[in-house]
């Protein structure tokens, strides 16, 4: 994988798949690598993807200072990828807890931005709550799965504080719009992939003011696509289209019977919405 050098030393990884203009793309997790991506559903036939391994996660190496995988700071990696690369006004997608590093980059360097893309965004960064009904009322969706009835429970345990191990895992379903081979396949590839002791820091204090970002956005001058899955517990549409109206140029997408990983539901659908968007 080809490689570049962070601001502080660190030798961070990318790799390419695709031709056509580039789509340089974070990961969520927080502090994922970017392998379960994939090609976003066969983006890659449409855009250059170029995907950012973050600090201290699959290829790219970890940094000596433990303190630059807070949010905020890794704004500069993202900075550091786009020189790089020798880009302009670059084109960016973001997926879960990566969209938090989306927005800052976004609101520091509004200038090197023609578009974004944030693809079932945690709202943390902003301030945006969902309330554990809004959450119960999305998982009522999937009533009639044959799983439904664990993860529920699971569910309710977790909202009240006392998840076992066992109740965490019963809730993966939900995560997927389809609980089949393909998305059991994927969670089983992707598990593991997190650089724990990096998420914790990566919100932590200082990480987000979400006054400020807030302020930010309500100038902001790109297009914006935010997209939401029907299904997805961790972005419900109803706090998404709460983000949405803080950007001066929104589109939001809620895509049907879609989880937190859209590309794996329905992919056409999901490609066709995001390269229509960054015509």
Request: aromatic share 6%.
């Amino acid at each position: 994988m080809p490689t570049f050098s962070a601001p502080d030393g660190t030798r961070l990884a990318y790799r390419t798949i695709g031709d056509g203009d580039p789509l340089l793309c974070l990961p969520g997790g927080p502090m994922q690598d970017a392998a379960y991506l994939g090609d976003l559903g066969g983006l890659a036939r449409h855009r250059r993807l170029l995907l950012l391994d973050p600090r201290g996660t699959g290829d790219s190496a970890v940094p000596g200072d433990g303190e630059s995988y807070r949010c905020d700071r890794q704004v500069d990696d993202v900075e550091a990828l786009r020189q790089h690369l020798g880009l302009g006004r670059i084109d960016l997608l973001g997926h879960s807890a990566s969209v938090n590093l989306v927005v800052q980059y976004a609101t520091r360097h509004p200038e090197a931005v023609r578009r974004l893309v944030l693809i079932t965004p945690s709202l943390i960064g902003v301030g945006i709550p969902v309330p554990g009904e809004m959450r119960r009322e999305t998982a009522q969706l999937r009533k009639n799965e044959p799983w439904f009835p664990a993860a529920v429970a699971a569910l309710a345990a977790i909202g009240a504080g006392k998840a076992t191990e066992a109740d965490w895992a019963a809730i993966t379903p939900l995560r997927y719009g389809r609980w089949d081979e393909a998305a059991q396949r994927h969670h089983a590839e992707s598990t593991g992939r997190i650089n724990l002791a990096a998420a914790e820091v990566f919100g932590s204090a200082g990480a987000f003011t979400p006054d400020a970002t807030r302020a930010a956005l309500a100038t902001f001058p790109a297009p914006v696509l935010l997209l939401a899955g029907e299904f997805d517990l961790n972005s419900p549409p109803p706090a998404v289209a709460e983000y949405a109206a803080l950007f001066p140029d929104a589109t939001l997408v809620v895509q049907p019977e879609a989880g937190h990983q859209p590309w794996l539901d329905d992919p056409d659908r999901f490609v066709a919405t995001v390269a229509t968007f960054l015509e």
